[in-house]
């Protein structure tokens, strides 16, 4: 489970992600595609796992939390692409309010 200081420990931020903004169509209404906004270092860490039943088959589900410097304008329509994983941002929470550290708890795209 990821640390919940506000202060990032040395090495720990260890991997590069891809941090990506959605693209809309001319109306604003229908997501079109997604732009490369930043590559930034981050940790990536599972937060549990849930089991869903979809259409009479079990869909398993990994939710992660990717821990990142604090950056103003990620919000929960971004999303995080690490190697061959693309993440949704789900909720982006500033840990301990202090301006330092993000929490992005996403889920992957399958």
């Known amino acids: 489970m990821p640390k919940e200081d506000a202060?990032?420990?040395s090495g720990r931020l260890d991997g590069r992600v891809i941090l990506q903004a959605p693209v809309y169509n001319t109306d604003g209404d229908e997501i079109t595609g997604w732009s490369d906004v930043i590559t930034v270092w981050a940790a990536v860490e599972p937060a549990g796992g849930?089991?869903?039943a979809l259409a009479n088959q079990?869909?398993?589900q990994l939710p992660v939390v990717v821990t990142i410097r604090?950056?103003?304008d990620v919000d929960a329509r971004?999303?995080?692409v690490d190697g061959s994983h693309t993440y949704e941002v789900q909720a982006?929470?500033?840990v301990a309010r202090r301006r330092a550290?993000?929490?992005l708890?996403?889920?992957e795209v399958v």
Do not use: K, M, N, P
């Open 7 to 9: 202060e990032i420990e």
């Open 50 to 52: 849930t089991q869903l």
């Open 58 to 60: 079990d869909i398993s």
């Open 70 to 72: 604090f950056r103003s």
């Open 78 to 80: 971004w999303r995080v």
């Open 92 to 94: 982006v929470a500033d």
């Open 101 to 103: 550290t993000l929490a």
């Open 105 to 107: 708890h996403c889920t």
